[in-house]
């Protein structure tokens, strides 16, 4: 069974800074993976997606890499800004069929600070 | 540009009371999703609908039932709900890649 991990649950950071949240998961058999922003009482927001034949995908400032042989994953977040605060996730699928078969972490809650 | 629109933001239930939580979509996608939220377990699937005229349970079904209705809409329905189902219920809907959220339904069951 899938199961994905992020780590740490919570990161806070001065504003600038460049960071890193990590995604682990134990099933490498996945057909892509996805990470979602989560602002407080909203839903989520999908940020990037990578195919599981990608190594990357760059939205602006925001890098997401995928490693399946070591079933990791990486949302990189350059120059960080007070409005990148938010929760974020990422949700790995298994196969290319309805995503009835996305499975979530349970988030990085980041706070940058002015 | 209303995307995925829940109803109502908030319900307050006592044990054993009934409830339809509404979603609908205007973006003609196909598939539709309820997840569930909970501190500390992260997002969990109830039910999804692949297609209209279609639905399969997900992770944690037992105490809801569904309806699509027609390919807008999909209802959560709860028959007699209990204080293990308070949790943040969000609706989903995908052409097939990404997944678009609603803003959530904050359910309490006292």
């Known amino acids: 069974k899938q199961e994905v991990t992020q780590i740490p649950a919570a990161l806070s950071v001065p504003e600038g800074e460049n960071l890193v949240l990590n995604c682990s998961f134990t099933d490498s058999a996945i057909y892509n993976l996805q990470w979602f922003r989560q602002d407080p009482g909203k839903g989520l927001t999908s940020l990037l997606l990578i195919q599981s034949s990608q190594r990357e995908q760059t939205s602006g400032r925001l890098n997401a890499s995928l490693d399946k042989s070591s079933g990791r994953s990486t949302l990189y977040i350059a120059a960080s800004q007070p409005g990148d605060s938010a929760t974020y996730l990422c949700a790995a699928r298994r196969d290319g069929g309805s995503q009835g078969n996305l499975i979530f972490g349970k988030g990085t809650k980041l706070s940058v600070k002015p | 540009n209303a995307g995925v629109t829940q109803t109502p933001k908030f319900q307050v239930l006592k044990t054993g009371q009934s409830m339809t939580l509404q979603c609908a979509q205007d973006m003609n996608h196909n598939s539709m999703y309820w997840y569930r939220q909970d501190p500390g377990m992260g997002l969990r699937l109830i039910y999804y609908?692949?297609?209209?005229?279609?639905?399969d349970k997900g992770e944690v079904p037992n105490g809801y039932n569904v309806s699509r209705l027609n390919k807008r809409e999909f209802s959560l329905r709860l028959e007699s709900a209990a204080p293990s189902q308070t949790s943040v219920y969000f609706c989903?809907?995908?052409?097939?890649?990404?997944?678009?959220f609603g803003s959530g339904t904050q359910l309490s069951v006292l």
């Open positions: 989903a809907s995908s052409p097939r890649e990404y997944l678009f």
């Open positions: 609908s692949a297609s209209e005229g279609t639905t």
